[in-house]
C-alpha cells in the first residue's frame, strides 16, 4: 500500500509534453443507460481491509467498527467516525488497526480543525505525527483566532479565467490587496506565494519548520501563517489558516531557464469545503453562495485526507476518482486497468510539474481511449495517462478528475451536502 502523507501541496499538477501543456482530449455525450453488466471478478470479491479500501463496507469481516466508522467519514459526520476511531485507538484489536485509525483519525482532526486533539495525538506518539511535521501546522494555527465567514445576502458572482496550465482562478482580496488565485481542491491549504505575502502583511504564524510533498514527490518548505482578511467578491472570511510557499517554488520553468508559469496564490480545500461554489468553465464564471443545511437523496462528493467524487463505468460499476481542479489534465491509476479495455495501451515519457517548481520526466501509460458516467453525462477521454499512485489516506481511488473534465460546462461543488454536479450544454 502506497501511503500519502498529508500531500497538502498533491494538487498544482500539470502534465507537459514538448512545450505545450497536454490533456487528454476530452468530449461529453448525454448519459443513456448502462451496458450489460460485467460478471464479478476477483477484485468484487474481496474482504477484510483490502474490501474496505475498495470501498466494500459490507465486506468488512472482522473490522466491523472500523467500516461503521467510514460509513460515518463518507456521509460527512465525522464526529461519530472520531468517537469509533478514538476507541479502536485506545483498544486496538492489532497492530494494523491501529495504523489504520490512526492515519484516519489525524485527517479527521485536520477536517474539522481540531489543532489541540492533534498535538495530544502528537505528544502521545513516539515519532510524532508524521515526517512532514503536521504537529508544526497544528500548533501554529492553534494559536490563531478562530476562522469566521460572512456570506452576503446574494450569490457572489466572480469573472473566471483559465491560467497557462488551465486551472480556473479567480480575483481575491488579502488584507486589502488583490490578485488572482487558483481554484484548487487539490490544495489542502490557501497557499500564498511568499513576495505576494509580503506585500499583503501576511507574516509567518511562529517558527514553524513544516515539509510539505508536492504532486512530483518533492519536498518543500512551507510555513503557516493566518490571512486577517480574505475576501472573494462579497464574501468575508476572517483569520484564514493558509500557508507561505517561496515565490520559486510556485514557478514553473522548463529546463531551468525559461519560466512558463508563476502562482501568486490558491483558494484550497480548507475554504472550498465551507462553499457551495459553482465554476462555470464555459461562461468564465464563478457562483458562490452559502451552503444551505440540506438530506440529499444520495453523495457523490466525499472526502478523507483528499476530496473525491463517485462515478460510473458505462457497465454500471462504481469508480471513484480523486477530484483536483489544480490539475490541468484528468488522468488514471493502475488499479484501474484490470476494469478496462486495455488495447492499444503504450508507454510514453511526459513532463510533470508541481509545487517546487521542477518539471519532471515521468514514465506513464497512455490509454486510447476511457468513459466515465458522471450524473447524466459521460465523458469521453482520448490519449489519457495512466500511472501508479491512488492510495490515499486509506481509500483506492481510480484516478484524478482534472479541470479539463469541466471545460465545455461547469461543475458544482458543495461539500457539505456531498453534492459534486457537472452540468454540461446540450450537444455537447
Known amino acids: 500500500m502506497k501511503q500519502m502523507m498529508f500531500y497538502m501541496l498533491s494538487g498544482l499538477m500539470i502534465l507537459v509534453n514538448g512545450c505545450s501543456i497536454n490533456p487528454s482530449t476530452v468530449s461529453v455525450a448525454p ?9 464479478p471478478g476477483p477484485a468484487d470479491q474481496e474482504e477484510g481491509w483490502e474490501a474496505l479500501q475498495h470501498w466494500q463496507l ?9 467500516a461503521e466508522a467510514l460509513r460515518y467519514v463518507l456521509a460527512g459526520q ?11 485507538v485506545a483498544d486496538p484489536p492489532d497492530s494494523l488497526s491501529l495504523k489504520y485509525a490512526l ?9 474539522q480543525s481540531d489543532w489541540p486533539a492533534l498535538l495530544i495525538m502528537d505528544a502521545q506518539s513516539d515519532s510524532g505525527l508524521d515526517r512532514q511535521n503536521t504537529a508544526g501546522l497544528a500548533r501554529a494555527f492553534s494559536r490563531a483566532t478562530a476562522e469566521e465567514y460572512h456570506f452576503p445576502d446574494v450569490p457572489v458572482v466572480l469573472p473566471t479565467g483559465l491560467s497557462l496550465s488551465g486551472v480556473p482562478e479567480i480575483e481575491v482580496t488579502v488584507n486589502g490587496v488583490r490578485k488572482k488565485f ?8 490557501s497557499v500564498l506565494a511568499s513576495d505576494f505575502a509580503q506585500t499583503c502583511g501576511v507574516f509567518p504564524a511562529g517558527n514553524e519548520k513544516v515539509m510539505s510533498e508536492t504532486a512530483t514527490e518533492l519536498q518543500v518548505q512551507i510555513q503557516p501563517a493566518v490571512i486577517d482578511t480574505l475576501c472573494i467578491g462579497g464574501l468575508t472570511v476572517c483569520h484564514h489558516p493558509a500557508i507561505i510557499l517561496n515565490k520559486k517554488d510556485l514557478e514553473f520553468k522548463l529546463f531551468g531557464l525559461f519560466r512558463i508559469l508563476k502562482i501568486n496564490g490558491i483558494l484550497g480545500w480548507n475554504a472550498i469545503r465551507n462553499l457551495d461554489m459553482t465554476i462555470d468553465y464555459k461562461n468564465g464564471k464563478t457562483t458562490i453562495r452559502e451552503s444551505a443545511a440540506a438530506e440529499p437523496e444520495s453523495r457523490n462528493f466525499y472526502w478523507l485526507g483528499y476530496p473525491m467524487v463517485r462515478g460510473y463505468d458505462t457497465q454500471g460499476r462504481s469508480l471513484v476518482f480523486d477530484l483536483d481542479t489544480g490539475a490541468n489534465a484528468t488522468s488514471l491509476y493502475s488499479a484501474i486497468l484490470t476494469k478496462i479495455d486495455t488495447t492499444g495501451i503504450k508507454s510514453k515519457e511526459i513532463h510533470m510539474g508541481g509545487a517546487g517548481g521542477e518539471l519532471q520526466k515521468v514514465e506513464t501509460y497512455e490509454i486510447p481511449a476511457f468513459s466515465l458516467v458522471l450524473d447524466d453525462y459521460v465523458l469521453h477521454f482520448e490519449r489519457i495517462h495512466c500511472n501508479d499512485g491512488g492510495y490515499g489516506v486509506f481509500f483506492q481511488t481510480m484516478g484524478v ?3 479539463d473534465m469541466a471545460k465545455s460546462g461547469s461543475i458544482r461543488l458543495d461539500y457539505r451536502n456531498g453534492v459534486f454536479d457537472p452540468e454540461f450544454p446540450a450537444g455537447e
Request: negative net charge.
Open 103 to 111: 492515519a484516519v483519525l489525524k485527517e479527521l482532526y485536520i477536517q
Open 78 to 88: 465525522f464526529d461519530s467516525a472520531e468517537q469509533i476511531m478514538a476507541g479502536i
Open 182 to 189: 487558483w481554484i484548487d481542491t487539490g490544495a489542502s491549504f
Open 31 to 39: 448519459f443513456t443507460g448502462f451496458g450489460e453488466t460485467a460478471a
Open 58 to 66: 459490507d465486506s468488512a469481516g472482522s473490522h466491523p467498527k472500523f
Open 401 to 403: 478528475l482534472g479541470s
